[in-house]
């Protein structure tokens, strides 16, 4: 027996009357053209980018040009926009490139956002972080943990210009954003300036005795030396075959990563590398440090140079490649350690699955 069309017209009737019933209700059923709730592997609305170095000095000079840096402001930055997202860099951070200018202070601030500044280019300006103060060199890592108070004055005689990335994506779509401006324009120094430095900062050694249960990274600043020389002993290692050189920056107390919802890594293409394609759960965005290479996003090519940003869409293929006669150096930063803490991480070399690894 088949249903007769009053049949079906009548049990369309009822279904709209029981959704509009339900909406009044504040319920809702799934419908037929409703997307689906579940897909096979994730389909992001974030798209593959490339912000070539060229294009972006030019507009940090012009920013510092006509932007002011004044007490109580927003930062002066250009953020890398992704054209397939409402908001930020990828689903759950956004990048950006900070220009401050000889003689400026950013003012003091903290947000539930999670932060890290990587030094780009330029000397002379000094991070104060819970009245921890600190250099920023070319090359260092300097964190700044969710809610504490932070602030940047550049007293060298050239601009500064560094990245700056922040989980507030992730923040927005937890609707957990809160904001509080310091009093004052800097927060004094403490008694003990370089505390974490000093406590932790050999990345062997750590302090004695009995200390309180910690909940973040007690290390602010990972120096550019250190991490020059922890990639030279590692390329004495078997490569890679997706990266070649990477390292993950660590919490010295957990051996996890540096901060809750971010990852950063340090990477090296040495010259003449061509890895394998792989691709995993999460985004990620990187900055060339130095040299030139190609890099292949769900097919699409992308070559780039010193300088230049790169931004890969979470379970995009990725495949590295590095032609030219000298080494490229990467810095990245993805968000893989939210993921591993929700037990939902899968990666997959050679993009086809057929050697996926176990973990999940």
Known sequence: ??????EIQDEDTARGELVAALREAGIAIHQPTDPPLFTRTPEPAMVPMHWRWDDLEEFLKRLGEVVALSPGSARRTLRLANPGLQYGTTPTFWASIQYILPGEVATAHRHTASAFRFVMQGTGCSTTVEGENYEMNEGDLVLTPNWSWHDHVHEGPEPMIWLDVLDVSLMRSLENVFF??????????????????????????????????????????YANEQTLGALERAKGLVADPADDVILEYQDPTSGGPVLPAMSMKAQILRAGFDGVAHRHSGSKVYWVVEGAGTMYVDGQRFDWGKGDFLAVPPWATVRHSNPHGSDARLFRVDDSAVLRALNVYHEEVDGDGATAKAER
């Open 1 to 6: 027996m088949t249903e007769t069309s009053t």
């Open 180 to 221: 509080d401006p310091y009093e004052t324009d800097t927060q004094p120094v403490g008694p003990e300036p370089e505390k974490s430095w000093r406590e932790y900062g050999s990345g062997l050694l750590r302090p004695v005795g009995p200390a309180p249960r910690r909940t973040t990274n007690p290390l602010l600043v």
